[in-house]
Every structure is written in C-alpha cells, then in structure tokens.
C-alpha cells in the first residue's frame, strides 16, 4: 500500500521525522522567546535604575513606594495648591519630578507577562531602593537565590532578579542594611 506515492513504512518515517524536526523548532522557539523576555526584563530595570539614579542627583531622594510602584507621578493639588505625587502605573505613567516637571523616564517599562499576572516591584525608604523583577529562567547568570528567598512578589510570580541603588543589598530589606550601617 502507498500513500502519497511513499511506501506505508517510509511515509510513517517522514512523519517521524517530520514530527520530530516541528518538535525541536517549537522547543527552540520557546526556549529564544523565553529568553528574549528575560532581555527585555534585565534592560527595563537597569533603565529605570539609571533614571532614578537621575532623579536622586536633582533631588537628594529616591521616590518613595508604594505597593510596589513609585511614587512619582502627579495625584492632583491639596487643599493649599501643593502637587501631591501618587504611584505610578507600570507601562501608562512617566517617572517624573512632579514639582520642577523633570522627566526621567518617558514611559515607565512593564514586565513583558504584564497582562499574565508579571510585575516590576519597588521599594524605597528616600535614601535607597531596590528594584526587583522575576525571570522566567533560573539558569540566566542574574538570578539570584538570595532574592527568592526573601518571597518578595513581582506580581503573581516570586522576584528573583533585581539592581539596587548606591551599594544597598539585594537579599535583605533596606531597613536591615540601614542597621547594619549604624552598627558600623
């Protein structure tokens, strides 16, 4: 018996090996599409990283945070005209200097799993922050075991990937490292 011209055992071969090479492509291609979102992670928190290092040289403070977001954007005036900041949306909202009216970053990067649950997660007490994201890989040389360990969520999934500002560690809560320093 033939099937299109091929014998019944070659075609099952073909179809083998087809199989094989579409399984091989489509592993590939998620193996590159995974890691091009890792890329793309790593460059959007060393982005904002540098533009707050931006905003600390005009201002003497990092914004504070809130729930994970940056707080500095513009939430409306008080009771007496004064511009009152407010956390910043992830992709909508610009790191900005609500008073002087600097911009530091044009439109605030969002993790590329935004709309499956991923988010970019802040923390900053004024005087450090820490900035934190979650790869999908824990085979990228920047993961960090230390970060994990601290359960700190980027979203829905666990951070594992961070850049901080002025020597302030990863793997332990500004407030730890603030001790450490005093203890000095």
């Given at each position: ?70 707080v ?60 934190y ?24 999934r ?15 809560s ?11």
């Open positions: 018996m033939r099937i299109l011209g091929f014998k019944k055992i070659e075609f099952i071969w073909v179809f083998v090996v087809l199989v094989a090479i579409g399984f091989a492509t489509y592993t590939n291609l998620q193996i590159s599409l995974r890691r091009g979102r890792d890329v793309q992670r790593k460059s959007d928190i060393k982005v904002i990283h540098d533009a707050l290092l931006s905003y600390f040289v005009d201002e003497s403070s990092f914004p504070q945070a809130f729930e994970g977001k940056i500095a954007c513009f939430g409306g005036v008080d009771a007496q005209g004064i511009a009152q900041p407010t956390a910043c949306d992830w992709s909508r909202d610009s790191l900005t200097n609500i008073w002087s009216n600097a911009v530091y970053l044009p439109h605030l990067p969002t993790d590329p799993h935004h709309n499956d649950g991923a988010r970019y997660y802040y923390i900053s007490n004024g005087r450090y922050f820490q900035l994201a979650a790869l999908e890989s824990s085979s990228e040389a920047e993961y960090d075991k230390s970060i994990v360990a601290r359960n700190i969520m980027c979203g829905d666990v951070c594992n990937f961070g850049l901080a500002s002025y020597g302030a560690p990863l793997d332990k500004i407030e730890e490292y603030e001790n450490e320093l005093r203890m000095k």
